[in-house]
C-alpha cells in the first residue's frame, strides 16, 4: 500500500513540476528544476521506510502469505460468521456453544486491545449458526466441505457473489471434536476463506488461527524460525498459543497495522532469509504428520497416535522426572480418559479436558489417601468421595477442591456428621453423632453447634 502510494505521489510531484514551469525564463527554469529534483530526492529516499521497507525482504518467505485470499484489512468493522458443526463425538449442546462463544469473545476483545496499541480501530462482531446434524467429516478441509456444512447451515455459499466476499468476511466451522485448528486461505479472488478449528480449542488458538487469514505466519517451524522467535519474540501469538501471549512488530507489520519494522523484527529477518520454500514445505510435511511415531525432547518423550502435526488418538508420554501419562490425546494435549503417575508414586485415573482432569476419575495419593469422583478444571469439583489414610471419608459435595454443599463426614472413632459444608469445615444445618451416639441437630458455623 505504501509503496503505490509512494509511487503515485512522485508522479503527481512531476505533473505539478511541468505545471509551474510554463511562462517563465530559463533562469528561473533552472531554479525551479533545482527545487523539484531536491523534492524528487527526498521521495525516492522514502521507500527506505514505511512498507518499503519490504524492499530489503522482498523475497523472505514470511511476505508470502500477505494479501493471498480474501481477507485484507483487520481493521475498522470486521465480521465473522461461526457456525458450529455437530461432529463425530455427538451434538453441540447450549453450554458449551456458550462457552466457546465467550472464548472467542475474549479472543477478540484481546485482538483489539492489541489493535490500538498500533493505532488500529478494530471492531469484530461474531454471528453464530449451528447445523441440525452431524456432518461426513472424511472429506474436511475442501470447499465442498465448507460449502455443504454452510448449506446444511441454512447459509449462503462462499462465492464471489455471497455476503462473505461482499464484506470480506471469515468463517469459523468449529467442530465438536478434538483435533488441531488450521486456516483453509484461498489464492482465488472469488471465494472467501475460513478456519476449522475443535472443541479443545483455546482462547489464544481463535486469535491465532484468523491472524493466518490476514497473512500472519507460524513462527514454530521449521527449526531456523522457531530458534530465531524463541530469540526475538518468545511470547508471539504466531509462535505459541497458550494464554496470555503478545502481539510482536513483525505480524503487526505483516498484517498491515504498523508500515515500520522494528528492531527485533529486522533481526529474525536477518536470521531467516535463508530459508527456502523448499525447506518450509519439508517442515510443513513434518509438522502435519499423520500416523504413529515416538518424538523425544529435552523433558519428554512421546510414543503414539498422530494427526496432522499433533498427538491425537492413543499414547504415552513420559518426562524425564520420571512422570508418565497413558492414555488419550488430541490437539497436543491430554484428551479423553488415561492414567497419570507422578515419580511419588500418585496416580489419576480418569477423564482429562485440554491437559485437565475433567470429568469422573479416581485418584491416589503417596499415603494412599483415594478420591472417587467428579473433577473440573484439575479440581475435585461436584460429587465425590475422600478417604483419608486415618480412615477418614466424606462422601458428598465439591467446588473448586473444597468440600462445600451438602455431605457425609465419618470419623474412624464411629461419629459422624451430615448436613452443610463450606470450605472444608461443617457450616449450615446439620446431624451429629458422637462416638457415644449423642446427637446434635441445628445450624454450625465453622465446626461448632451455634447456640440457639
Same mark, same amino acid.
Given at each position: 500500500?505504501f509503496?503505490l502510494?509512494t509511487?503515485? #505521489?512522485?508522479?503527481?510531484?512531476f505533473l505539478v513540476f511541468?505545471y509551474?514551469?510554463?511562462?517563465?525564463?530559463?533562469?528561473e527554469?533552472?531554479?525551479?528544476?533545482k527545487?523539484?529534483?531536491?523534492?524528487?530526492?527526498v521521495l525516492?529516499?522514502?521507500?527506505?521506510s514505511?512498507?518499503a521497507?519490504?524492499?530489503?525482504?522482498?523475497?523472505?518467505?514470511?511476505?508470502?502469505?500477505?494479501?493471498l485470499g480474501?481477507?485484507r484489512?483487520?481493521?475498522?468493522?470486521v465480521a465473522?460468521q461461526?457456525?458450529?458443526?455437530?461432529g463425530?463425538?455427538?451434538?453441540?449442546?447450549? !453450554?458449551?456453544m456458550?462457552e466457546?462463544? !465467550?472464548?472467542?469473545?475474549?479472543?477478540?476483545?484481546?485482538l483489539t486491545?492489541w489493535?490500538r496499541?498500533?493505532?488500529q480501530?478494530?471492531?469484530?462482531?461474531?454471528? =453464530?449458526?449451528?447445523?441440525?446434524e452431524?456432518?461426513?467429516?472424511? &472429506?474436511l478441509?475442501s470447499? $465442498?466441505?465448507?460449502d455443504?456444512?454452510?448449506n446444511?447451515?441454512d447459509l449462503?455459499?462462499?462465492g464471489?457473489?455471497s455476503?462473505y466476499?461482499q464484506?470480506?468476511?471469515?468463517i469459523?466451522f468449529?467442530l @465438536?471434536? /478434538?483435533?488441531?485448528a488450521? $486456516?483453509c486461505?484461498?489464492a482465488?479472488e472469488?471465494?472467501n476463506?475460513y478456519?476449522?478449528? &475443535? @472443541?479443545?480449542?483455546t482462547?489464544s488458538?481463535f486469535?491465532h488461527?484468523?491472524l493466518?487469514?490476514?497473512?500472519a505466519v507460524?513462527y514454530?517451524?521449521?527449526?531456523?524460525?522457531q530458534?530465531?522467535a524463541?530469540?526475538?519474540?518468545?511470547?508471539s %501469538?504466531?509462535?505459541? +498459543? *497458550?494464554?496470555h501471549k503478545?502481539?510482536?512488530?513483525l505480524?503487526?507489520?505483516?498484517?498491515?497495522?504498523?508500515?515500520?519494522?522494528d528492531?527485533?523484527?529486522r533481526a529474525?529477518? *536477518?536470521?531467516t532469509?535463508?530459508?527456502?520454500? *523448499?525447506?518450509?514445505e @519439508?517442515?510443513q *510435511?513434518? +509438522?502435519l504428520?499423520t500416523?504413529y511415531? +515416538?518424538q523425544?525432547k529435552e523433558h =519428554?518423550?512421546?510414543?503414539?497416535e498422530?494427526?496432522?502435526?499433533a498427538? #491425537?488418538? !492413543?499414547g504415552?508420554?513420559?518426562?524425564? @522426572?520420571?512422570?508418565?501419562?497413558e492414555?488419550e490425546?488430541?490437539?497436543g494435549?491430554?484428551?479423553g480418559?488415561?492414567?497419570? +503417575?507422578?515419580?511419588?508414586g500418585?496416580?489419576y485415573?480418569?477423564?482429562?479436558r485440554e491437559?485437565?482432569k475433567?470429568?469422573? /476419575?479416581?485418584?491416589?495419593w503417596?499415603?494412599?489417601?483415594?478420591?472417587?469422583?467428579?473433577?473440573?478444571?484439575?479440581?475435585r469439583h461436584?460429587?465425590?468421595t475422600?478417604?483419608?489414610?486415618d480412615?477418614?471419608?466424606?462422601?458428598?459435595?465439591?467446588?473448586?477442591?473444597?468440600?462445600?454443599?451438602?455431605?457425609t463426614?465419618l470419623?474412624?472413632?464411629?461419629s459422624y456428621y451430615?448436613?452443610?459444608?463450606?470450605?472444608?469445615?461443617l457450616?449450615?444445618?446439620? %446431624?451429629?453423632?458422637?462416638? $457415644?451416639?449423642?446427637?446434635?441437630?441445628?445450624n454450625?458455623?465453622?465446626?461448632?453447634?451455634?447456640? #440457639?
Amino acid at each position: 500500500m505504501f509503496l503505490l502510494r509512494t509511487r503515485f #505521489e512522485k508522479k503527481r510531484v512531476f505533473l505539478v513540476f511541468l505545471y509551474e514551469c510554463r511562462g517563465i525564463s530559463p533562469a528561473e527554469r533552472t531554479l525551479m528544476m533545482k527545487k523539484w529534483l531536491v523534492l524528487l530526492l527526498v521521495l525516492a529516499l522514502l521507500p527506505l521506510s514505511g512498507l518499503a521497507e519490504s524492499g530489503e525482504y522482498s523475497d523472505h518467505l514470511v511476505f508470502q502469505s500477505v494479501n493471498l485470499g480474501s481477507c485484507r484489512e483487520l481493521t475498522g468493522d470486521v465480521a465473522i460468521q461461526v457456525v458450529f458443526v455437530d461432529g463425530d463425538e455427538g451434538a453441540w449442546d447450549e !453450554k458449551s456453544m456458550a462457552e466457546y462463544q !465467550k472464548a472467542m469473545d475474549q479472543a477478540y476483545d484481546q485482538l483489539t486491545r492489541w489493535g490500538r496499541d498500533y493505532g488500529q480501530e478494530v471492531r469484530i462482531s461474531l454471528r =453464530y449458526a449451528h447445523t441440525a446434524e452431524s456432518m461426513d467429516l472424511d &472429506f474436511l478441509d475442501s470447499d $465442498a466441505w465448507a460449502d455443504h456444512v454452510l448449506n446444511n447451515a441454512d447459509l449462503p455459499a462462499r462465492g464471489d457473489d455471497s455476503v462473505y466476499m461482499q464484506e470480506c468476511m471469515p468463517i469459523i466451522f468449529l467442530l @465438536n471434536e /478434538g483435533g488441531r485448528a488450521y $486456516a483453509c486461505a484461498n489464492a482465488s479472488e472469488t471465494y472467501n476463506d475460513y478456519l476449522i478449528c &475443535f @472443541n479443545n480449542s483455546t482462547v489464544s488458538s481463535f486469535s491465532h488461527e484468523l491472524l493466518h487469514l490476514y497473512g500472519a505466519v507460524d513462527y514454530y517451524y521449521p527449526l531456523a524460525y522457531q530458534e530465531a522467535a524463541q530469540k526475538y519474540f518468545p511470547q508471539s %501469538i504466531m509462535f505459541t +498459543t *497458550e494464554e496470555h501471549k503478545e502481539f510482536d512488530g513483525l505480524t503487526a507489520y505483516i498484517i498491515g497495522w504498523t508500515d515500520t519494522l522494528d528492531e527485533n523484527a529486522r533481526a529474525f529477518l *536477518e536470521d531467516t532469509r535463508h530459508i527456502r520454500q *523448499e525447506d518450509l514445505e @519439508n517442515a510443513q *510435511e513434518e +509438522t502435519l504428520f499423520t500416523g504413529y511415531a +515416538t518424538q523425544v525432547k529435552e523433558h =519428554y518423550t512421546y510414543t503414539g497416535e498422530w494427526v496432522m502435526g499433533a498427538w #491425537e488418538g !492413543k499414547g504415552i508420554l513420559e518426562w524425564t @522426572n520420571g512422570a508418565r501419562y497413558e492414555g488419550e490425546f488430541s490437539g497436543g494435549l491430554r484428551h479423553g480418559r488415561g492414567l497419570m +503417575t507422578l515419580s511419588n508414586g500418585e496416580t489419576y485415573i480418569g477423564e482429562y479436558r485440554e491437559d485437565r482432569k475433567h470429568g469422573q /476419575g479416581v485418584e491416589t495419593w503417596a499415603d494412599l489417601s483415594v478420591y472417587t469422583g467428579a473433577y473440573e478444571q484439575d479440581m475435585r469439583h461436584g460429587y465425590g468421595t475422600q478417604v483419608w489414610a486415618d480412615g477418614t471419608v466424606y462422601r458428598g459435595d465439591w467446588l473448586n477442591g473444597q468440600m462445600t454443599g451438602q455431605g457425609t463426614y465419618l470419623w474412624p472413632d464411629g461419629s459422624y456428621y451430615h448436613g452443610g459444608m463450606v470450605n472444608g469445615g461443617l457450616n449450615g444445618y446439620g %446431624i451429629f453423632v458422637d462416638a $457415644a451416639g449423642n446427637l446434635y441437630r441445628g445450624n454450625w458455623v465453622n465446626g461448632n453447634l451455634a447456640a #440457639e
